[in-house]
């Protein structure tokens, strides 16, 4: 039967073949259409049809060795696990119509410790967890950045998990010890030459475990080169919004970034030439740029940071030569931006804010316009306006703390402060 239908599909080289939720595609049934450059995925009329991670799954692999286009079409795309992109592919939805929606969370307890190097995790409840499921683990020492193993999931036997990774740490049981299938939405590990378009990631936040923001996303990109993220939203997700890690060349355009359970975008651990441009980041619990750590060359412009839990822009460590133009900084929660603390030969230097708008920030307990906690060399405040209306919650235009060295300023307008314009503690 099997190679009847090969010689079929060999012989008319028209028929598309139509992989159902759940089932695999086996390469050797894979029509001669789809062998070519653009895979089309979803409705009756694609290529491939299916409204899972793994028939969008099945077209990039497909695509994958020779570059190409993953087409979806509109609908409602169920995610039980991250989309991997690979070199030389783009993914392009319909709109905002073209929705990737993570299924829910489940999350247990493992009952024996965790160790480091071990494939497998003993746990109370296996129930809801199913091979390729990607996973993460906690305890309460490790349950954050870079501490917290992720892998996937390869197999189930009565109540042991067996994963495809190292565990990076000793994790204990007797401390918290969790795992969980919170995982990115999208993610582009070890790639080069990817763009991500017009499509919503949907973190489906209330449904799903809090996912760590160095190992998940709602778009995830870490080891990687040359990726844009075009015309996304990237919406209400349990974590970060944005995490691209160990990078060069990363382009965040045209998007929106709200919802979400932690920072809006963090680039970091050495992000070098990113630019972020015309992006709307705003109601996310805690800043809505986190600019962590080595982050350099890069440009941020024209976007909006607004109505976040913590800082509008937020930066620090090693972050040097961000050219930050024509943003608008308003009414988050703290200091509209933030210069993190830092020793001197860490502080982001060489930084310049040119034609920013900041104003009414420090929503929550009061905030600064601009606040600098480290001694940042050569930082220039050009043509910017700082503004305090209504409730004044943005105490000054500008704070120096003790550490922190005076800017450059040229020509900033600044109205409305309560307690001054500039201000410096003692």
Request: with cysteine.
């Amino acid at each position: 039967m099997k190679n009847l239908i090969l010689l079929i599909l060999f012989i008319t080289g028209s028929h598309l073949l139509r992989a159902q939720p759940n089932t695999e595609l086996p390469l050797a049934l894979v029509s001669p259409r789809l062998t070519e450059k653009e895979i089309t995925v979803g409705g009756d009329n694609a290529d491939i049809h299916g409204f899972t991670n793994e028939s969008i799954q099945y077209a990039i692999d497909a695509v994958a060795k020779t570059g190409g286009t993953v087409r979806l079409t509109t609908g409602i795309f169920k995610i039980a696990a991250p989309i991997q992109l690979k070199s030389n592919v783009k993914i392009i939805g319909a709109g905002k119509e073209t929705v990737l929606k993570r299924g829910k969370g489940v999350q247990t307890k493992y009952i024996v410790d965790a160790d480091y190097g071990e494939l497998k995790l003993t746990v109370e409840n296996t129930n809801g967890f199913e091979p390729g499921m990607k996973i993460q683990v906690t305890d309460r020492d490790n349950s954050s950045c870079w501490n917290v193993s992720t892998a996937y999931i390869t197999d189930i036997l009565d109540n042991t998990i067996y994963i495809d990774d190292y565990l990076i740490r000793d994790y204990r049981s007797d401390r918290e010890g969790m795992v969980s299938n919170a995982s990115s939405v999208i993610e582009v590990i070890n790639a080069e030459n990817v763009w991500i378009t017009n499509l919503t990631a949907d973190g489906n936040r209330s449904e799903n475990y809090f996912a760590d923001g160095c190992n998940s996303a709602g778009i995830l990109i870490i080891k990687s080169k040359k990726v844009t993220v075009d015309h996304v939203h990237v919406k209400d997700f349990n974590g970060e919004g944005i995490s691209w890690q160990i990078t060069e060349n990363v382009t965040i355009k045209n998007s929106e970034i709200s919802g979400c359970g932690n920072t809006g975008m963090h680039p970091g651990s050495g992000s070098p030439f990113t630019v972020i441009e015309h992006n709307d980041v705003h109601h996310n619990d805690f800043d809505g740029l986190f600019i962590c750590w080595r982050v350099s060359k890069s440009e941020v412009r024209n976007n909006k940071f607004h109505h976040n839990g913590r800082f509008g822009i937020c930066t620090g460590h090693k972050d040097t030569d961000v050219i930050f133009t024509e943003n608008h900084i308003y009414n988050n929660g703290g200091d509209g931006v933030h210069l993190r603390i830092e020793r001197e030969s860490n502080a982001p230097h060489r930084n310049t804010f040119v034609k920013n708008i900041i104003e009414n920030n420090g929503t929550k307990n009061g905030g600064y316009g601009f606040s600098i906690n480290s001694p940042a060399q050569d930082l220039v405040l050009k043509e910017n306006i700082f503004k305090s209306t209504g409730k004044k919650t943005q105490k000054a235009a500008i704070y120096i703390q003790s550490a922190g060295i005076e800017p450059t300023l040229i020509q900033n307008l600044m109205d409305g402060h309560p307690e001054g314009e500039l201000i410096r503690e003692k």
